[in-house]
């Protein structure tokens, strides 16, 4: 009998090729291996799907880490993938198993009417191909910050632990023991500080100052804590406009009834994206 498996031929194969933002950097080791400008993307499989639908595998992002490498051969780990690529491989893996064309109903903000319109996501995926990560924020004249994308374990961890923290906020609300209230409410604002300072810590590959380079990641944690505010605000800044810039651009659009412009916005998000 031979080892080889007559149906083989019949597996799914690439539909599309795409090229990475990052140009394959920000990778661990390992974790990627193949060429970033001509990476393969093949449709999800039945399981994939069912995968994509599970609401618990989903909420700590491990069925979008089992597509991802399911249908890139070329990632290895899934977890290890920067911001930069993620919603990239999302897109691709949607065009590649439903095609190019999002439909998207909205209701027109000027007359109410309803309207049926179609998003296509090859734009997105050439739109996030020409962005550039800006990896270096200049504080002053002798401070530089390097800076790195998150993983994508990276981002669901963070996500996952201020989703917690909010909603204990928004318990701590319905607490009637006031002192009760004053002390949790006052726990989970420490909490959230403590978090944004741990993103800020990943965030940041090395401080320059001068030509004297800081790595240790505990002088830098003391730093965050203990710089003014003007310069963690500049940080923050600086953070939050490398995000924006990485999510998925506006199509202008126009009402079928009363022709009035409005814009559509494709949410990414695995549990309306993938249905
Ligand atoms: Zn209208």
Same mark, same amino acid.
């Given at each position: 009998?031979?080892?080889?498996?007559?149906?083989?031929?019949?597996?799914?194969?690439?539909?599309?090729?795409?090229?990475?933002?990052?140009?394959?950097?920000?990778?661990?080791?390992?974790?990627?291996?193949?060429?970033?400008?001509?990476?393969?993307?093949?449709?999800?499989?039945?399981?994939?799907?069912?995968?994509?639908?599970?609401?618990?595998?989903?909420?700590?992002?491990?069925?979008?880490?089992?597509?991802?490498?399911?249908?890139?051969?070329?990632?290895?780990?899934?977890?290890?993938?920067?911001?930069?690529?993620?919603?990239?491989?999302?897109?691709?893996?949607?065009?590649?198993?439903?095609?190019?064309?999002?439909?998207?109903?909205?209701?027109?903000? $000027?007359?109410?009417?309803?309207?049926?319109?179609? %998003?296509? +996501? *090859?734009? /997105? &995926?050439?739109?996030?191909? @020409?962005?550039?990560?800006?990896?270096?924020?200049?504080?002053?004249?002798?401070?530089?910050?390097?800076?790195?994308?998150?993983?994508?374990? $990276?981002?669901?961890?963070?996500?996952?632990?201020? %989703?917690? +923290? *909010?909603? /204990? &906020?928004?318990?701590?609300? @319905?607490?009637?023991?006031?002192?009760?209230?004053?002390?949790?409410?006052?726990?989970?604002?420490?909490?959230?500080?403590?978090?944004?300072?741990?993103?800020?810590?990943?965030?940041?590959?090395?401080?320059?100052?001068?030509?004297?380079?800081?790595?240790?990641?505990?002088?830098?944690?003391?730093?965050?804590?203990?710089?003014?505010?003007?310069?963690?605000?500049?940080?923050?800044?600086?953070?939050?406009?490398?995000?924006?810039?990485?999510?998925?651009?506006?199509?202008?659009?126009?009402?079928?009834?009363?022709?009035?412009?409005?814009?559509?916005?494709?949410?990414?998000?695995?549990?309306?994206?993938?249905?």
């Amino acid at each position: 009998m031979s080892n080889t498996n007559p149906l083989q031929q019949y597996f799914r194969q690439p539909k599309i090729f795409i090229s990475l933002p990052s140009k394959g950097l920000y990778y661990a080791s390992g974790s990627f291996q193949g060429d970033y400008n001509n990476v393969p993307i093949m449709s999800m499989t039945g399981m994939d799907e069912i995968l994509m639908k599970t609401p618990d595998a989903l909420f700590n992002g491990e069925a979008a880490f089992k597509v991802i490498e399911s249908c890139c051969p070329f990632v290895k780990n899934a977890r290890q993938i920067p911001s930069t690529d993620v919603d990239t491989f999302l897109t691709a893996i949607r065009i590649a198993t439903y095609g190019n064309i999002l439909n998207i109903s909205q209701d027109c903000k $000027q007359c109410g009417a309803e309207n049926d319109y179609e %998003f296509d +996501l *090859q734009n /997105t &995926v050439t739109y996030f191909q @020409n962005l550039r990560f800006i990896n270096e924020i200049k504080i002053d004249d002798t401070l530089t910050i390097s800076i790195r994308p998150l993983s994508y374990e $990276q981002i669901n961890y963070f996500g996952l632990e201020n %989703f917690k +923290l *909010q909603k /204990t &906020v928004a318990q701590a609300y @319905n607490i009637t023991d006031e002192e009760e209230k004053i002390r949790i409410t006052d726990q989970v604002f420490a909490d959230l500080s403590e978090l944004q300072l741990a993103l800020y810590l990943a965030s940041i590959e090395q401080v320059k100052i001068n030509n004297q380079i800081v790595t240790d990641q505990e002088h830098i944690y003391e730093w965050l804590k203990n710089m003014d505010r003007d310069v963690f605000n500049l940080i923050k800044s600086k953070l939050e406009a490398n995000k924006s810039q990485w999510e998925i651009s506006e199509q202008p659009v126009k009402c079928g009834q009363c022709e009035a412009d409005n814009i559509i916005k494709p949410i990414l998000d695995q549990t309306n994206f993938f249905v």
